[in-house]
């Protein structure tokens, strides 16, 4: 058998099936993880940012008030996590 469909038979089958598990919801989870490190990510980001302008921690800003640190909460919240 050709190698090149045998890949593109394998292929399709695991688009199918994340699909159907996208679709299904059972990915939901995996989902909201994914979203809340990014979003840490991007809070921590904006920590050292603030922190480069001279800023300091406690004092002029809190870590909790970050953009991305409340939207990650909120991501958090929304999935359960």
Request: charged share 20%; no cysteine; aromatic share 8%.
């Amino acid at each position: 058998m050709n190698p090149l469909i045998l890949y593109s038979i394998i292929f399709a089958i695991f688009v199918a099936t994340v699909g159907a598990a996208y679709a299904s919801g059972v990915l939901d989870p995996v989902i909201g993880e994914i979203a809340k490190y990014m979003l840490k990510a991007k809070a921590e980001a904006e920590v050292q940012g603030l922190k480069a302008q001279g800023l300091q921690e406690g004092q002029d800003f809190l870590r909790e008030e970050v953009p991305g640190s409340r939207q990650a909460a909120e991501i958090g919240d929304k999935f359960g996590l």
